[in-house]
């Protein structure tokens, strides 16, 4: 097996560093490529340095799937990995990949272990049944492909600012490309979180899910009731964040009215999205798409 890693990076010198030292010590003898932009702290001169490097590649849009995109793009290996700028690989990572290839799998996702200030934090298999598909979601900070079903699903929609690794599962189950949950695949948050608020984009937040189910199911009773049920959730804990004080009634009443104005723009955009592709992988906005995504690309080893 020829492993290439992409890491996909937006002013993160300090978490990539780290991210980087990690690969180098438990997956030494893989192609890394690291996808960089737009940042401005000094990332590009870092990552230049280093001699563990094989390609980097600077963008100039923050969109994390036109990122992974310019990575895979330009990977050679036959098995290409995804791996967050901030997330460090454990030890087992490499070990519970090969076994779970060796094992017939085609697409790999593990947990990512997060320090947080209670402890450690963690994720379990999530999958979701919808339109007769069982779903199996990836984590898109921690996944690998083989080479052929990148091909099959051409990559991530970038048109999606968020969800892509989303959208990405349920186009892999349209296909038939079963996700492979292993857990010994495992990635740490090597940088501790303070659990704090998180500041929530609600009008990308339903676009995105309204596009991805409009895109991939087309417009059925059950698509538009998974995003009205989402909608109710979050307007409730959003209420909840009024009565007990810790939000404002009028920011309660502005992000109802992102919500419905995301609801309707990716209900249109999925509409034209599923009529653009009408094969199987419903990505019209994917790597075959365009050749302009990379501003600057230097192989780095050997420099």
Known sequence: MQ??????TLNGREE?????DALGEHV???????VNGPSADGTTGMVRERDDVDVLVEISERNINVAR????EVATGDVVALVSYDLAVEPSWY???VSALDDGAAVVTGPTHRTVKAGMTTEEKESVS???????????????????????????????QTGGARDGAHRLAHLRHDVTWESSMSVRGEFETDGGHTVHDWEWKYRALSYRLVKNYGVRPTVAARAVKHALLDGARSLK????GHERPSSWLGGGRSVVKGMLLGWKDGLAARKNDRTLRRNPNGISTRQDRAVCRYQVAGE
């Open 95 to 97: 070990e519970g990949l």
């Open 3 to 8: 492993l290439s890693v992409v890491v996909p």
């Open 241 to 244: 964040g009024v009565v007990t």
């Open 69 to 72: 995109n310019a990575g895979i």
């Open 16 to 20: 990539l560093h780290a991210s980087l």
């Open 28 to 34: 030494p003898d893989a192609e890394v490529v690291v």
């Open 130 to 160: 919808l339109a007769g598909r069982e779903v199996t979601y990836f984590n898109g900070d921690n996944v690998a492909f083989e080479r052929q079903v990148l091909e099959d699903m051409d990559g991530f929609d970038e048109y999606l």
